[in-house]
């Protein structure tokens, strides 16, 4: 196996990421023997020799389906039910819900926000994944929240309070059956703390070029949240900081954001081909709560 590309991650992090991804190829490329083949082995091994009754068929158990063999490890690449093997994630994760429908007008939106689950593993992020409803299915003025935990998805959280956002909205005829994927690509780049490994554009010659870091893994993602509306989908990435003298460094999460995971065109605006309101943009949580009109500061990539 060829060494590893230099990650700007925590050793912690990268190690939980490449053993995840060891085990994956690993299980898919060399399955292990069945409890049939097992039994069927041991059986032949023990009747040899001895006459008569070596000459038996073996004895042979199979495993019925949904039930995980023993004696050997399972991953949730193998089975998305009865996994018996956990791949940590550097950070735990938790996922929220609110709907803005007709029921929930009278109530407070921290009232209509849920927590559907926490949790700190590969293995039960693909739990969780595979049994909700996906974006394009959600009612309009709904939204998902996968926040780091002891975080709320709020602008008042200690950890939000000085920072902003990355947005992006997307026409709902147009992009209705990519927002799924979106999403994911989305998730996975924050649950496996990507967005901050440096941006390098790829060429014909290099399409997946080694990222040497530039800067020191901050932490800085707080949040990632899509948003159904009537008209459009929305996905924001949060960020702890929105300082001027942070730019670059955030400025290198807008483009992962929508180079490395939306995969758009590098220097076309997406307002320009899809006549959206808004290009991927980023404007501080303060900004954001300015009364309209008001002039706000907005990076772009």
């Given at each position: 196996?060829?060494?590893?590309?230099?990650?700007?991650?925590?050793?912690?992090?990268?190690?939980?990421?490449?053993?995840?991804?060891?085990?994956?190829?690993?299980?898919?490329?060399?399955?292990?023997?069945?409890?049939?083949?097992?039994?069927?082995?041991?059986?032949?091994?023990?009747?040899?020799?001895?006459?008569?009754?070596?000459?038996?068929?073996?004895?042979?158990?199979?495993?019925?389906?949904?039930?995980?063999?023993?004696?050997?490890?399972?991953?949730?690449?193998?089975?998305?039910?009865?996994?018996?093997?956990?791949?940590?994630?550097?950070?735990?994760?938790?996922?929220?819900?609110?709907?803005?429908s007709k029921q929930d007008k009278a109530k407070s939106w921290d009232e209509a926000l849920v927590k559907v689950i926490a949790f700190e593993s590969v293995e039960e992020f693909w739990g969780l994944y595979n049994n909700i409803v996906p974006p394009s299915l959600i009612h309009p003025n709904?939204?998902?929240?996968?926040?780091?935990?002891?975080?709320?998805?709020?602008?008042?959280?200690?950890?939000?309070?000085?920072?902003?956002?990355?947005?992006?909205?997307?026409?709902?005829?147009?992009?209705?059956?990519?927002?799924?994927?979106?999403?994911?690509?989305?998730?996975?780049?924050?649950?496996?703390?990507?967005?901050?490994t440096p941006f390098i554009k790829p060429t014909p010659e290099d399409p997946l070029p080694s990222a040497t870091p530039t800067s020191s893994f901050s932490n800085e993602i707080t949040g990632v949240i899509v948003s159904s509306r009537k008209a459009f989908y929305r996905i924001n990435i949060w960020t702890r900081t929105s300082n001027p003298g942070d730019e670059e460094r955030i400025k290198n999460i807008g483009k992962h954001f929508k180079y490395g995971v939306l995969g758009l065109e590098e220097g076309l605006k997406i307002s320009e081909r899809d006549k959206v309101s808004s290009d991927v943009e980023f404007v501080s949580h303060k900004d954001s709560q300015a009364k309209y009109g008001t002039k706000v500061d907005k990076w772009t990539v």
């Open positions: 196996m060829a060494e590893p590309s230099t990650s700007s991650l925590p050793p912690a992090a990268a190690d939980a990421a490449a053993a995840a991804v060891r085990a994956a190829i690993e299980k898919s490329q060399q399955p292990g023997p069945t409890a049939t083949e097992t039994e069927a082995k041991e059986g032949a091994t023990e009747g040899a020799g001895e006459g008569p009754e070596g000459d038996k068929e073996p004895q042979t158990t199979t495993v019925q389906p949904g039930l995980v063999d023993p004696n050997h490890d399972v991953t949730v690449f193998a089975d998305q039910a009865n996994f018996t093997v956990k791949h940590p994630l550097y950070s735990p994760w938790t996922m929220w819900f609110d709907s803005a709904s939204n998902y929240y996968l926040f780091k935990e002891g975080i709320k998805p709020a602008w008042e959280d200690s950890a939000n309070s000085k920072g902003g956002k990355w947005s992006v909205q997307l026409p709902r005829g147009k992009y209705s059956e990519t927002i799924d994927n979106f999403w994911l690509y989305t998730m996975l780049a924050a649950i496996g703390e990507t967005f901050e």
